[in-house]
């Protein structure tokens, strides 16, 4: 069955530093893979998705992923956090089948220090 | 403003009493999501509908119910069954082909007391 682990509950990076959150999925075939964020309180918004093709995802907010197969790895990344960059942050991947179901992981809170 | 309206924000409710929330989307997308959300457990799937007048159950549909009689429409019962119902509930909306990004609501954070 298809399953997303985020290893991280809580991180706390610099405001400016860079930031990597880890995402790690299972999955048999190739995946769609998406990135959310979720403001205390609020619906979820999606920063990135990678369906096929180029490795590298871009995304809003300045954010990026990078689709690694062999490591089963779409973790997410931002070179120079702001303070408004905190928030939770979900990896999801699809289900498969015909239908759109996604399954997500736990979350990342992140925390952006002064 | 094309998006996802959710009502009421905060609910408030007694034990043993179902509780209906709404959600609404004029997105004019065909596929609609129920998820609880639950601190540390990510999102669980409650129901989704792929279409008007069909809806499947979703991971934790115990205790739960759903209807799907407009497109635009998508609304969820809290029953007394469900065994513990505080949690924060988030509606989305796609298209419905796999792989489309799903749209999300604002949210119902419903507190039994």
């Known amino acids: 069955a298809q399953s997303v682990t985020q290893p991280d509950i809580h991180i706390t990076v610099s405001e400016g530093a860079s930031l990597e959150l880890r995402c790690n999925y299972s999955y048999g075939a190739t995946p769609y893979l998406f990135w959310y964020v979720q403001s205390p309180g609020q619906g979820l918004q999606l920063l990135l998705k990678y369906f096929s093709g180029d490795t590298l995802v871009q995304g809003i907010k300045g954010f990026e992923a990078e689709f690694k197969r062999s490591q089963s790895s779409f973790n997410l990344r931002k070179p120079s956090v702001h303070w408004s960059d905190a928030a939770e942050y979900f990896c999801a991947v699809g289900a498969g089948g015909a239908t759109n179901k996604l399954i997500f992981g736990t979350g990342t809170l992140l925390a952006v220090q002064p | 403003d094309g998006g996802i309206t959710q009502s009421p924000k905060y609910l408030f409710r007694k034990e043993g009493q179902n509780v209906t929330l709404s959600c609404e989307q004029n997105l004019n997308h065909d596929a609609m999501y129920w998820y609880r959300q639950d601190p540390g457990q990510g999102l669980r799937l409650i129901y989704y509908s792929q279409?008007?007048?069909?809806?499947?159950?979703g991971d934790i549909a115990e205790g739960y119910s759903v209807s799907r009689e407009k497109k635009?429409?998508?609304?969820?019962?809290?029953?007394?069954?469900?065994?513990?119902?505080?949690?924060?509930?988030?509606?989305?909306?796609?298209?419905?082909?796999?792989?489309?990004?799903?749209?999300?609501?604002p949210g119902t954070r419903l507190t039994v007391l």
């Open chain 2, 51 to 57: 279409i008007v007048n069909d809806f499947q159950k």
């Open chain 2, 72 to 105: 635009e429409s998508f609304p969820l019962t809290v029953t007394s069954a469900q065994k513990n119902p505080t949690a924060f509930y988030l509606c989305a909306s796609s298209i419905g082909l796999a792989g489309d990004t799903q749209y999300f609501g």
